[in-house]
RNA sequence: GCUCGAGUGGCGGAAUUGGUAGACGCGCUGGAUUCAAAAUCCAGUUUUUUCGGAAGUGUGGGUUCGAUUCCCACCUCGAGUACCA
C-alpha cells in the first residue's frame, strides 16, 4: 500500500489522468538480464549456416577497486557492434574472461596471507556482478581464466612448443628443433641460417656427434625459440622481480614506480628478434590505428647498415682481437678518427693497455653505479675514458685510438661505434671534449661548429676510392668493397630485443620445466598442467630464490610423471622443477585463441573450431598494450600459424583504441591549520598574483600556496559526489565526510561555496571515480551505455560529466512516451500507413545510424535518435510501420528498453536477432532544395527552389530575389556561381 | 630532440571527394504547469552591433567563386620514444 501511495505521488496529475505507465528502467533492465540468461541468448555456436563475426574486447585484470565508468567504454563500443552484426545476420562470438594472473593480488597476499587465488575469485565476482548490470552480450559459457589450470596448461604446452622449435631465415619461420638435430647430424651448423645466441660456435658433424648428451642441449639451446642465458635485466628491487622493457615507464616499473637497475641472471627469453621482419612486414596488411603501427614500427627499431671489424694493434705488437662495430653510415668510414665501446663490454678490459687500467676501471666503476635512468637524463655531459688501445683502420691502415664512453649502449648492435665526428653530433661533441681529430669527408661543408648529418644531398670528399659519390653510390661502393676484402658486410639491425619471459613471483604460470643435470627439460604435454604449488610465504627467500623456492611439493618424478615432494629429489629419476613463473603477458599471447573453443581438454582448441572463427575480427582495448600484448600476440601467434597450429599469421583484423575517460576532480582550499575554506576564485587570484606573496615561502608544494597575509592555503581533493551539478558543495554531506572537516568554516559566496574542477585520470586517491552501479541504478544501463558513447568519439581521451546523463536519460523516456503504453501495459500504436514525412524521418535514421556504426562513430548515431525521437514526437507518429524498425535500429546501443518495447508490440522472442531494417532511398526523395545563397563565400540568405530548375532558372530566380538585389546594392555583379542542388555563390 | 595526433561557443562535441560553421546534448536565461518542489513542456543562448548588419573554427600567409576542410610557416597542448651508432 505504502509502495503504491509512493508511485502516484511520483507521477504527475497529467499522466495519472492519461493513465500511461512510466518507463521504469530498474524492472526493465532486471528482467531482461535473467531472460537473456535463462536463455543463453547470446551463446555462439561453432556450427552456422550464417557467416562469422568474432568480437574481442582486451580482457580485463579484475582488480580488487571494481570497475569505474572509465572501463566499460570499449565493452559498450564492442557490444554494440557485436550486436549490430547479429541483426546484419552474422553468427558472432563476442566472449569475456580475465587476464587474473597479475601482481595486485600477490602482494595482496604478501600483505594479507590471503591466497592469491582467493582474492582473484572474490575480484572476478565483483566484476562479473558489474558487468552484468551493463547488459552485455557476451557469451560467457565461454569465459576463461588465465589462472585457472584448465587454461594455463595450454600456454605450459605452448611454452614447450616453442622450446622445441627454432627458427629457419632461409624458409622464414619457425620448424621442430628435430630438423635441426638431423642438420647437425649430417653437416653441422656451417650451413645453418638461424637466429641464435651471440657465442654460438660454427660446428662440423664431427663435432656434433661427438658431443655429450648436455653438450648437445647446451647447444641447441643456443637455437631454440625459447632459452635460458645469463641475461642484462632489469631488476626490481622493490618486487623482488625482474621486469621487461614495456614494463618500466620513465626508467622506474610502471606498478608502483619503484626504482630499476641493471642486474645479470639466469632467465628465459624468448626469441622475439627472429620476427622482427615479419612482425614489421604484416603490420602493412592490419587494419589497426597508424599510432598503434608507428609504435610498433619505431620499437622494432629497423635499420640499414653494416657490420665492419677492426683488428686492435696495441704499441705495435698486432692482437688478435677485433672489434665489430654496427653503422648506418658505412660510406662515412674515411671520416672515422677514434672508437667507442660501452663501458659494460667485456672486450674493454682485455685491449685496456696496463697505462690506463686504472683510469679505465675507475670509469667503468662510475658507470656502474649511475643508474639507467641518471645516464639517460643527463645526456649533456660527456665523459669516457682512453684504453690506451688503437685499432687499425681497415682501408688506410691508420692507428685509431679506441675509448669507452656511456653515450655507447651495451645492448645495441654490438656496443661500440666507430666514431665519425664530422657526420654525428655525438661523436663531434665526444671529439671536442677530448680534443680529437674531426676530419672532414663532406664536399662543401662546414663544421666548424657541428657534425653535418644530412646523408641526401651531401657529395663525399677525402675517401680515397668514395671520393665525389653521393650518399647512396658510396654506400653501396664501400660495402662492396668491405665484403670484397671479408672486413664487413652489409646487416640490417633492429632496436627490438628478445624478451625476457621469467619472473620471480608466485601467482603466474608455473614453467612445464625440471632441471637435469643443470639443463631445463619440458615436461610431456600429456603430463600438463604443472599445477602452482602452494607456498607459506609468497616473499622470495632468504636466499634469494623465488616465491615457489618456498613450496615444499615441488619437484619432478620422471617414472610417475607427478610432482613430489622436494626431499626426494635425487637428481637421477626425481629433480628440481624451475622456480621461477612465467610474466603476465604469457596467457594473454594467446588467449583469443581459446575462445573459439573455451572447454576442450585436450588441445587449446580443435582444429575445427580454430578454423571456422580464424581470427578476431574486431579487437577494442587501450592503446597501452603497443609494445606489450600487442607485440608479444602477434609473435605467439606467428609462432602457432608455422608450426600449422592456427590458420591465421596475424589474430587481429581490425583493431580500435578506446580513449580514456577522465574525471573530473573536486577542490576546495583550505587554510592550513585551521578548518577554513576559501572561494576558488580567491585561491586562483593568489595563484596569478605570485607577487602578493612573502618571497621566502612563495611555493611550498605544488598544492600549497601563500596568501598576502603569509598564510598557507592548500587545495585538497574531495569527493565529487559532495558537489552538485553547478559545482556546488553540499557543505553538511562535506562535514560528515571526514571527521577533521566536521568544523569546517566556508568563506561563502551568494551563500554557495563552488569547488574548483580539474580533469584528470580517474583514481581512488583523487576521489573522482565514479562507479557504474551507481549510475545503473540511477539511470539504468541503457542510459549509461548512451551516454558514455554520446561523451565523444570512441578513440578520444574525454572527461565524465555526471550531470549530462539527463540528455540521454529523457531521451529514453520521449522514445517510451511514443509507444503510448497505457496503465495495463498495452502499446497503443497504429496499423495505418504512416506520413511521408515519418517515412523520412526513419529512413534518413536507418542510413545514418547504419553509416556511423559502420564507422564506429557511435556519438552521432545517439544524436540521430534524438534527433528522431524528437521529429516523430513532434509528428505524432503512433505507426508500427515506424516505431517497429526504430527498436531495431536502438537496440544495440540500449538493449533492455528496446526488448521491454518490443515485447509490447506483442512479439514473443527477443529483438536481437531481427533482421536489420533496410534502407529506402526513395523515402528521402525531395522535389525542393533551400539553396544558401552566398555573397563572397558567405551565406546571407537562404532561398526555397525546385531541384528541377536549370543552372540558368536558378540564377535568375536568386537575381530576381528583393534580397539579393538589397544585398548587391546597385553593383552588378562579376560572376554568379550556381552549383545545382548545393549553393549559389554571387561574387561582387 | 625525434615520431605521431589534436586545437571549433560557458562545457562535451557536430560538419571534410572544399559548398548554410556551431547539429545533438549539458549548462544557463525567461516563460507555462504546480500551494510548492521534482518531473514535463515552450522560447532563447558564438561574439559584437547604431538592430541595417559585421566578425568568427590556435596564429600568419597561400590556393579557390567559396577553406573548420587543401598547401606553407609558426604557436600551444597531448601521446609515444629517447645517446639506436
Redesign the pocket.
Known amino acids: 500500500m505504502h509502495y503504491f501511495c509512493f508511485r502516484i505521488?511520483?507521477?504527475?496529475?497529467?499522466q495519472i489522468h492519461d493513465k500511461k505507465m512510466k518507463y521504469f528502467h530498474n524492472d526493465i533492465e532486471k528482467k531482461w538480464q535473467k531472460i537473456w540468461a535463462d536463455n543463453q541468448t547470446f551463446k555462439a555456436s561453432n556450427n552456422s549456416e550464417k557467416p562469422k563475426y568474432y568480437v574481442l574486447d582486451m580482457f580485463p585484470y579484475p582488480s580488487g577497486a571494481g570497475l569505474h565508468v572509465g572501463h566499460p567504454l570499449g565493452y559498450i563500443a564492442s557490444d554494440i557492434y557485436a550486436r549490430y552484426k547479429r541483426h546484419k545476420g552474422f553468427n558472432v562470438l563476442h566472449p569475456q574472461g580475465y587476464d587474473s594472473f597479475g601482481l595486485p593480488a600477490e602482494q595482496y597476499a604478501i600483505q594479507t596471507g590471503q591466497h592469491p587465488a582467493k582474492t582473484t575469485e572474490a575480484n572476478i565476482k565483483t566484476y562479473r556482478k558489474q558487468l552484468d548490470r551493463i547488459g552485455f552480450s557476451f557469451d560467457w559459457s565461454r569465459e576463461l581464466r588465465t589462472s585457472n589450470a584448465d587454461f594455463y596448461k595450454h600456454t605450459q604446452w605452448i611454452f614447450t612448443e616453442l622450446f622445441n622449435s627454432y627458427y629457419c631465415n632461409i624458409d622464414n619461420k619457425a620448424f621442430p628443433i628435430t630438423e635441426l638435430v638431423t642438420e647437425l647430424e649430417k653437416n653441422g651448423n656451417a650451413k645453418v641460417n638461424s637466429p641464435c645466441d651471440e657465442d654460438t660456435p660454427q660446428i662440423s658433424a664431427n663435432d656434433w656427434n661427438n658431443f655429450s648428451d648436455k653438450e648437445k642441449q647446451e647447444f641447441l639451446l643456443k637455437y631454440r625459440m625459447t632459452y635460458l642465458s645469463e641475461t642484462t635485466v632489469n631488476w626490481c628491487a622493490e618486487l623482488g622481480t625482474v621486469l621487461a622493457?614495456?614494463e618500466?615507464?620513465?626508467g622506474v616499473s610502471e606498478r608502483g614506480g619503484h626504482a630499476v637497475i641493471q642486474k645479470k641472471m639466469m632467465q628465459w627469453s624468448m626469441r622475439i628478434s627472429a620476427y622482427a621482419q615479419r612482425l614489421l612486414d604484416d603490420l602493412q596488411g592490419l587494419d589497426w590505428p597508424?599510432?598503434i603501427k608507428?609504435?610498433q614500427?619505431?620499437?622494432i627499431?629497423r635499420?640499414q647498415?653494416a657490420m665492419v671489424s677492426f683488428n686492435v694493434i696495441a704499441k705495435k705488437e698486432r692482437l688478435k682481437q677485433s672489434v665489430s662495430?654496427?653503422?648506418?653510415?658505412?660510406d662515412t668510414i674515411f671520416g672515422v678518427s677514434f672508437m667507442?665501446l660501452?663501458p659494460e663490454l667485456d672486450l674493454v678490459k682485455e685491449i685496456t693497455t696496463p697505462e690506463q687500467k686504472e683510469a679505465v676501471e675507475a670509469y667503468i666503476k662510475a658507470t656502474a653505479k649511475r643508474s639507467?635512468r641518471d645516464?639517460?637524463?643527463?645526456?649533456k655531459?660527456?665523459?669516457g675514458c682512453f684504453t690506451g688501445a688503437y685499432a687499425e683502420h681497415p682501408f688506410t691502415k691508420e692507428p685509431i685510438p679506441i675509448y669507452i664512453?656511456?653515450?655507447?649502449?651495451?645492448?645495441?648492435?654490438?656496443?661500440?661505434?666507430?666514431?665519425?665526428p664530422c657526420g654525428?653530433?655525438?661523436?663531434y661533441?665526444f671529439a671536442k671534449h677530448f680534443d680529437l681529430p674531426i676530419p672532414n669527408i663532406f664536399k662543401d661543408v662546414d663544421i666548424s661548429e657541428n657534425a653535418h648529418e644530412d646523408k641526401g644531398n651531401t657529395i663525399i670528399d677525402n675517401s680515397d676510392f668514395l671520393t665525389d659519390l653521393p650518399y647512396k653510390k658510396a654506400f653501396k661502393t664501400v660495402i662492396y668493397e668491405m665484403e670484397k676484402n671479408g672486413f664487413g658486410y652489409k646487416k640490417i639491425?633492429?632496436?627490438l630485443r628478445d624478451a625476457v619471459f621469467s619472473r620471480q613471483r608466485y601467482w603466474g604460470e608455473p614453467f612445464p620445466v625440471y632441471y637435469k643435470d643443470g639443463m631445463p627439460q619440458m615436461i610431456a604435454k600429456e603430463h600438463l598442467p604443472i599445477r602452482l604449488p602452494e607456498v607459506e610465504n609468497y616473499l622470495p627467500t632468504s636466499d634469494g630464490k623465488p616465491p615457489l623456492g618456498n613450496a615444499s611439493v615441488w619437484a619432478w618424478d620422471c617414472e610417475t610423471a607427478a610432482v613430489v615432494s622436494n626431499d626426494k629429489i635425487n637428481n637421477t629419476t626425481i629433480f628440481p622443477l624451475e622456480l621461477n613463473t612465467m610474466p603476465g603477458w604469457a596467457g594473454s599471447s594467446w588467449y583469443f585463441n581459446r575462445y573459439m573453443d573455451a572447454h576442450n581438454t585436450e588441445e587449446f582448441a580443435s582444429q575445427e573450431a580454430l578454423n571456422y572463427w580464424q581470427d578476431v575480427d574486431l579487437y577494442i582495448g587501450g592503446?597501452?598494450h603497443?609494445?606489450g600484448h600487442l607485440l608479444y600476440s602477434r609473435f605467439w601467434q606467428k609462432f602457432l600459424f608455422d608450426l600449422g597450429y592456427v590458420p591465421k599469421k596475424e589474430f587481429a583484423k581490425k583493431l580500435i583504441n578506446q580513449?580514456m575517460i577522465l574525471g573530473e576532480s573536486a577542490f576546495v582550499y583550505r587554510l592550513v591549520y585551521t578548518n577554513q575554506f576559501i572561494s576558488k576564485n580567491r585561491f586562483k587570484n593568489l595563484l596569478n598574483n605570485k607577487n602578493l606573496l612573502p618571497k621566502e615561502e612563495k611555493l611550498i608544494s605544488k598544492n600549497w600556496n601563500n596568501d598576502e597575509k603569509g598564510l598557507i592555503y592548500q587545495s585538497i581533493h574531495i569527493d565529487v559526489s559532495l558537489v552538485n551539478?553547478?559545482n556546488e558543495l553540499d557543505i553538511e554531506a562535506f562535514k560528515n565526510w571526514r571527521k577533521e572537516y566536521k568544523d569546517a568554516e566556508f568563506i561563502l559566496e551568494d551563500d554557495k561555496y563552488i569547488v574548483g574542477i580539474e580533469?584528470e585520470k580517474m583514481s581512488k586517491s583523487k576521489y573522482n571515480v565514479v562507479n557504474p552501479d551507481l549510475i545503473c541504478e540511477e539511470y539504468g544501463a541503457d542510459s549509461l551505455r548512451l551516454?558514455e558513447m554520446?561523451?565523444?568519439?570512441l578513440e578520444?581521451?574525454?572527461?565524465w560529466?555526471t550531470?549530462?546523463?539527463?540528455?540521454?536519460?529523457?531521451?529514453l523516456?520521449?522514445l517510451w512516451?511514443l509507444y503510448q503504453i497505457d496503465e495495463s501495459g498495452v502499446a497503443h500504436i497504429s496499423e495505418e500507413k504512416p506520413s511521408k514525412e515519418s517515412l523520412k524521418t526513419l529512413h534518413k535514421t536507418i542510413k545514418k545510424v547504419e553509416e556511423?556504426i559502420e564507422k564506429f562513430?557511435f556519438?552521432?548515431s545517439?544524436?540521430?535518435?534524438?534527433?528522431a525521437v524528437?521529429e516523430l514526437?513532434?509528428q505524432k507518429c503512433n505507426h508500427r510501420e515506424i516505431l517497429e524498425p526504430l527498436l531495431v535500429l536502438l537496440s544495440p546501443y540500449a538493449p533492455h528498453i528496446t526488448e521491454e518495447l518490443w515485447s509490447k508490440l506483442g512479439h514473443k522472442t527477443s529483438i536481437s536477432t531481427v533482421a536489420y531494417p533496410v534502407f529506402d532511398a526513395s523515402h528521402l526523395i525531395e522535389s525542393n532544395?533551400?539553396?544558401?545563397i552566398?555573397?563572397?563565400?558567405?551565406?546571407?540568405?537562404?532561398l526555397d527552389l525546385s531541384l528541377d530548375l536549370s543552372k540558368e532558372d536558378i540564377e535568375k530566380a536568386v537575381m530576381a530575389d528583393e534580397?539579393t538585389i538589397?544585398?548587391l546594392d546597385g553593383k552588378t555583379p562579376?560572376?554568379v556561381?550556381v552549383?545545382p542542388g548545393?549553393?549559389?555563390?554571387?561574387?561582387g
Open positions: 505521488n511520483g507521477e504527475t496529475n497529467k622493457n614495456d618500466i615507464v620513465n597508424q599510432p608507428d609504435i614500427t619505431n620499437w627499431g635499420s647498415g662495430v654496427f653503422t648506418t653510415r658505412p667507442t660501452a639507467a645516464r639517460e637524463s643527463d645526456v655531459n660527456i665523459s664512453g656511456d653515450y655507447v649502449l651495451a645492448g645495441y648492435g654490438t656496443g661500440a661505434v666507430m666514431a665519425v654525428d653530433q655525438r661523436d661533441d639491425n633492429y632496436r592503446s597501452e603497443a609494445t580513449g551539478n553547478s580533469v551516454f554520446f561523451l565523444g568519439p578520444q581521451s574525454k572527461p560529466k550531470a549530462g546523463i539527463s540528455g540521454v536519460y529523457s531521451f523516456k520521449k512516451k556511423d562513430s556519438n552521432t545517439v544524436s540521430t535518435f534524438m534527433i524528437n514526437t513532434q532544395k533551400t539553396y544558401p552566398s555573397f563572397n563565400g558567405k551565406m546571407r540568405f537562404t534580397r538589397k544585398q562579376k560572376k556561381i552549383v548545393k549553393i549559389v555563390n554571387i561574387v
